[in-house]
């Protein structure tokens, strides 16, 4: 099953994590993920990409970047079972 998760990236950070979240002012909700890449060459989309699925304990290439390529807020896809989005 896929499933859709927005956030909001900041690169350059002193660590890759997921913190918190927050909404913008059109009402999306998103996660924050900080990420130590920069966003040049798809490394930053790489490393958001990995940091979800280790928060998520899904595989690495169960999460990609599939909206927002050059913007901070992205969506990303995620494979897995429907109990991941915590439905049974």
């Not at 099953?1 to 350059?12: D, K, S």
């Not at 909700?29 to 490393?47: K, M, W």
Request: aromatic share 2%; charged share 25%.
């Amino acid at each position: 099953m896929r499933h859709r998760l927005a956030v909001r990236v900041q690169p350059g950070g002193s660590a890759d994590r997921i913190e918190g979240g927050g909404s913008d002012d059109a009402g999306r909700v998103f996660l924050t993920p900080r990420v130590r890449a920069r966003p040049e060459d798809g490394a930053a989309h790489a490393a958001v990409a990995l940091a979800a699925a280790e928060a998520l304990g899904a595989g690495k290439s169960a999460v990609r970047v599939v909206t927002g390529g050059k913007t901070r807020l992205k969506g990303l896809g995620i494979e897995g079972p429907p109990e991941l989005a915590g439905h049974d």
